[in-house]
Protein backbone atom coordinates (compact mmCIF):
# COMPACT_ATOMS: atom_id res chain seq x y z
CA UNK A 1 0.00 0.00 0.00
CA UNK A 2 0.95 3.89 -0.18
CA UNK A 3 3.45 4.92 2.26
CA UNK A 4 3.20 8.21 4.24
CA UNK A 5 6.27 8.87 6.38
CA UNK A 6 6.19 11.82 9.11
CA UNK A 7 9.56 13.27 10.78
CA UNK A 8 10.30 13.20 13.72
CA UNK A 9 8.91 10.65 15.27
CA UNK A 10 9.48 12.01 18.67
CA UNK A 11 10.39 15.36 19.65
CA UNK A 12 10.56 17.77 22.97
CA UNK A 13 11.10 21.18 22.84
CA UNK A 14 11.02 23.82 25.76
CA UNK A 15 8.01 26.10 26.17
CA UNK A 16 7.68 28.96 23.85
CA UNK A 17 9.75 27.56 21.31
CA UNK A 18 8.65 26.17 17.45
CA UNK A 19 8.29 22.67 16.07
CA UNK A 20 8.12 21.66 12.68
CA UNK A 21 7.10 17.83 11.22
CA UNK A 22 6.76 16.94 8.10
CA UNK A 23 4.50 14.91 6.50
CA UNK A 24 5.61 13.38 2.99
CA UNK A 25 3.81 10.90 0.64
CA UNK A 26 6.67 8.90 -0.40
CA UNK A 27 5.26 6.79 -3.48
CA UNK A 28 2.42 9.11 -4.92
CA UNK A 29 1.09 12.41 -5.15
CA UNK A 30 -0.93 13.43 -2.53
CA UNK A 31 -3.66 16.22 -3.22
CA UNK A 32 -5.29 16.16 -0.11
CA UNK A 33 -3.07 15.80 3.78
CA UNK A 34 -5.01 16.11 6.98
CA UNK A 35 -3.42 16.80 10.29
CA UNK A 36 -5.10 15.08 13.45
CA UNK A 37 -4.34 15.28 16.93
CA UNK A 38 -4.75 12.37 19.56
CA UNK A 39 -4.83 12.87 23.29
CA UNK A 40 -4.11 9.96 25.20
CA UNK A 41 -6.50 7.26 25.03
CA UNK A 42 -8.74 9.27 22.93
CA UNK A 43 -9.67 8.93 19.61
CA UNK A 44 -8.73 11.09 16.85
CA UNK A 45 -9.62 14.76 16.14
CA UNK A 46 -9.60 16.65 12.78
CA UNK A 47 -7.23 19.72 13.07
CA UNK A 48 -7.14 20.94 9.47
CA UNK A 49 -7.35 20.18 5.84
CA UNK A 50 -4.65 21.13 3.61
CA UNK A 51 -4.72 20.90 -0.12
CA UNK A 52 -1.43 21.08 -2.43
CA UNK A 53 -0.87 25.40 -3.36
CA UNK A 54 -3.98 26.55 -0.92
CA UNK A 55 -4.61 27.60 2.06
CA UNK A 56 -5.61 24.93 4.89
CA UNK A 57 -9.01 24.73 5.55
CA UNK A 58 -9.08 24.42 10.41
CA UNK A 59 -11.32 22.75 12.14
CA UNK A 60 -13.53 25.44 14.27
CA UNK A 61 -11.59 25.62 17.74
CA UNK A 62 -8.12 24.92 16.19
CA UNK A 63 -6.29 28.13 16.41
CA UNK A 64 -4.44 28.74 13.13
CA UNK A 65 -1.85 31.14 13.66
CA UNK A 66 -0.73 28.89 16.63
CA UNK A 67 -0.62 25.57 14.10
CA UNK A 68 0.58 26.75 10.88
CA UNK A 69 0.08 24.58 7.71
CA UNK A 70 1.85 24.40 4.51
CA UNK A 71 1.22 22.35 1.83
CA UNK A 72 4.02 23.39 -0.75
CA UNK A 73 4.08 20.80 -2.96
CA UNK A 74 1.79 17.27 -3.64
CA UNK A 75 4.02 15.34 -1.42
CA UNK A 76 5.13 17.36 1.76
CA UNK A 77 2.94 19.60 4.12
CA UNK A 78 4.54 20.84 7.32
CA UNK A 79 2.30 21.35 10.76
CA UNK A 80 4.33 24.32 12.66
CA UNK A 81 3.58 24.46 15.85
CA UNK A 82 4.11 27.83 17.28
CA UNK A 83 5.41 29.59 20.66
CA UNK A 84 4.67 25.76 22.22
CA UNK A 85 3.23 25.20 25.43
CA UNK A 86 2.79 22.12 28.02
CA UNK A 87 -0.71 21.89 26.73
CA UNK A 88 0.53 21.23 23.18
CA UNK A 89 1.93 17.72 24.08
CA UNK A 90 0.17 15.47 22.30
CA UNK A 91 0.35 12.77 19.22
CA UNK A 92 0.11 14.44 15.60
CA UNK A 93 -0.75 12.02 12.78
CA UNK A 94 -1.11 13.27 9.28
CA UNK A 95 -2.67 11.05 6.40
CA UNK A 96 -2.91 11.69 2.36
CA UNK A 97 -5.10 10.79 0.00
CA UNK A 98 -4.87 11.60 -3.87
CA UNK A 99 -7.89 11.94 -5.34
CA UNK A 100 -10.08 10.74 -6.86
CA UNK A 101 -9.27 7.49 -4.84
CA UNK A 102 -10.46 8.08 -1.18
CA UNK A 103 -8.46 5.90 0.81
CA UNK A 104 -6.26 7.72 3.89
CA UNK A 105 -3.23 6.71 4.21
CA UNK A 106 -1.66 7.49 8.09
CA UNK A 107 1.45 8.80 8.85
CA UNK A 108 3.40 6.71 12.34
CA UNK A 109 2.71 9.91 14.36
CA UNK A 110 4.80 12.61 16.18
CA UNK A 111 4.86 12.50 19.63
CA UNK A 112 5.77 16.00 20.72
CA UNK A 113 6.53 16.92 24.45
CA UNK A 114 6.66 20.57 25.46
CA UNK A 115 8.55 21.00 28.77
CA UNK B 1 -23.54 16.68 12.56
CA UNK B 2 -22.03 13.35 12.33
CA UNK B 3 -21.00 11.49 15.46
CA UNK B 4 -19.62 8.36 15.62
CA UNK B 5 -19.72 5.39 18.32
CA UNK B 6 -17.84 2.37 19.10
CA UNK B 7 -18.99 -0.21 21.55
CA UNK B 8 -17.80 -2.35 23.17
CA UNK B 9 -14.78 0.21 24.50
CA UNK B 10 -12.44 -2.63 25.22
CA UNK B 11 -13.22 -6.33 24.70
CA UNK B 12 -10.60 -9.06 26.59
CA UNK B 13 -10.90 -12.66 24.94
CA UNK B 14 -9.68 -15.96 24.80
CA UNK B 15 -7.33 -16.70 21.89
CA UNK B 16 -9.29 -18.54 19.08
CA UNK B 17 -12.31 -16.94 19.84
CA UNK B 18 -13.83 -15.10 17.09
CA UNK B 19 -15.59 -11.76 17.86
CA UNK B 20 -17.54 -8.57 16.48
CA UNK B 21 -16.81 -5.03 16.66
CA UNK B 22 -19.62 -2.12 16.29
CA UNK B 23 -19.80 1.04 15.14
CA UNK B 24 -22.11 3.12 14.49
CA UNK B 25 -22.76 6.98 13.03
CA UNK B 26 -25.74 9.11 13.01
CA UNK B 27 -25.85 10.80 9.49
CA UNK B 28 -25.97 8.06 7.07
CA UNK B 29 -25.04 10.26 4.12
CA UNK B 30 -21.20 8.80 4.24
CA UNK B 31 -18.64 8.61 1.65
CA UNK B 32 -16.88 5.61 3.00
CA UNK B 33 -16.12 4.38 5.86
CA UNK B 34 -12.91 2.65 7.10
CA UNK B 35 -11.51 0.63 10.09
CA UNK B 36 -7.90 1.21 11.22
CA UNK B 37 -5.78 -0.80 13.93
CA UNK B 38 -3.34 1.25 16.35
CA UNK B 39 -0.76 -0.36 18.45
CA UNK B 40 0.40 1.33 21.21
CA UNK B 41 2.13 4.93 20.69
CA UNK B 42 1.98 3.91 16.87
CA UNK B 43 -0.13 5.48 13.65
CA UNK B 44 -3.18 3.84 12.34
CA UNK B 45 -2.68 0.81 9.93
CA UNK B 46 -5.65 0.41 7.23
CA UNK B 47 -7.58 -2.63 7.58
CA UNK B 48 -10.75 -2.48 5.34
CA UNK B 49 -12.30 -0.12 3.25
CA UNK B 50 -15.78 -0.05 2.37
CA UNK B 51 -17.24 2.00 -0.15
CA UNK B 52 -20.77 3.65 0.70
CA UNK B 53 -22.11 1.71 -2.46
CA UNK B 54 -20.69 -1.82 -0.67
CA UNK B 55 -22.31 -4.06 2.17
CA UNK B 56 -19.05 -5.39 2.96
CA UNK B 57 -15.50 -6.51 2.03
CA UNK B 58 -13.36 -9.19 3.56
CA UNK B 59 -9.31 -9.47 3.75
CA UNK B 60 -7.84 -12.76 5.67
CA UNK B 61 -9.52 -12.94 9.25
CA UNK B 62 -11.39 -10.08 9.07
CA UNK B 63 -14.97 -9.43 7.28
CA UNK B 64 -16.41 -5.65 7.40
CA UNK B 65 -20.11 -4.96 6.71
CA UNK B 66 -21.59 -1.57 6.26
CA UNK B 67 -25.71 -0.72 6.45
CA UNK B 68 -25.82 2.75 5.74
CA UNK B 69 -29.61 2.91 6.15
CA UNK B 70 -29.22 1.86 9.99
CA UNK B 71 -26.18 3.57 10.49
CA UNK B 72 -24.25 0.57 11.45
CA UNK B 73 -20.83 -1.00 10.40
CA UNK B 74 -19.45 -4.05 11.94
CA UNK B 75 -15.95 -5.87 12.19
CA UNK B 76 -15.68 -9.58 12.67
CA UNK B 77 -12.33 -11.09 13.40
CA UNK B 78 -12.88 -14.41 13.08
CA UNK B 79 -9.87 -17.40 15.36
CA UNK B 80 -8.64 -14.44 17.46
CA UNK B 81 -4.70 -14.18 18.21
CA UNK B 82 -2.48 -12.52 20.47
CA UNK B 83 -1.17 -10.54 17.61
CA UNK B 84 -4.79 -9.38 17.05
CA UNK B 85 -4.38 -7.10 20.08
CA UNK B 86 -4.78 -3.44 19.57
CA UNK B 87 -7.23 -0.50 19.76
CA UNK B 88 -9.78 -0.83 16.44
CA UNK B 89 -11.36 2.74 15.41
CA UNK B 90 -13.96 3.02 12.84
CA UNK B 91 -13.74 6.21 10.91
CA UNK B 92 -16.25 7.60 8.45
CA UNK B 93 -15.29 9.73 5.76
CA UNK B 94 -18.39 12.49 4.88
CA UNK B 95 -18.75 13.57 1.07
CA UNK B 96 -17.38 16.78 -0.30
CA UNK B 97 -13.82 17.67 1.15
CA UNK B 98 -13.36 13.88 2.32
CA UNK B 99 -13.62 15.30 6.43
CA UNK B 100 -12.78 12.00 8.52
CA UNK B 101 -14.93 11.31 11.77
CA UNK B 102 -13.68 9.03 14.15
CA UNK B 103 -15.04 6.46 16.78
CA UNK B 104 -13.35 6.46 20.15
CA UNK B 105 -11.91 3.08 19.73
CA UNK B 106 -12.26 -0.59 21.21
CA UNK B 107 -9.70 -1.50 22.63
CA UNK B 108 -9.21 -5.16 22.06
CA UNK B 109 -7.03 -7.69 24.34
CA UNK B 110 -6.25 -11.36 23.42
CA UNK B 111 -5.29 -13.63 26.02
CA UNK B 112 -2.79 -16.72 25.12
Known amino acids: GAVVSQHPSRVICKSGTSVKIECRSL??????MFWYRQFPKKSLMLMAT?????????EQGVEKDKFLINHASLTLSTLTVTSAHPEDSSFYIC???????????FGPGTRLTVT | KQEVTQIPAALSVPEGENLVLNCSFT??????LQWFRQDPGKGLTSLLL?????REQTSGRLNASLDKSSGRSTLYIAASQPGDSATYLC???????????FGAGTRLFVKA
Open chain 1, 27 to 32: DFQATT
Open chain 1, 50 to 58: SNEGSKATY
Open chain 2, 91 to 101: AVIRPGGFKTI
Open chain 2, 50 to 54: IQSSQ
Open chain 2, 27 to 32: DSAIYN
Open chain 1, 95 to 105: SAISQPQTEQY
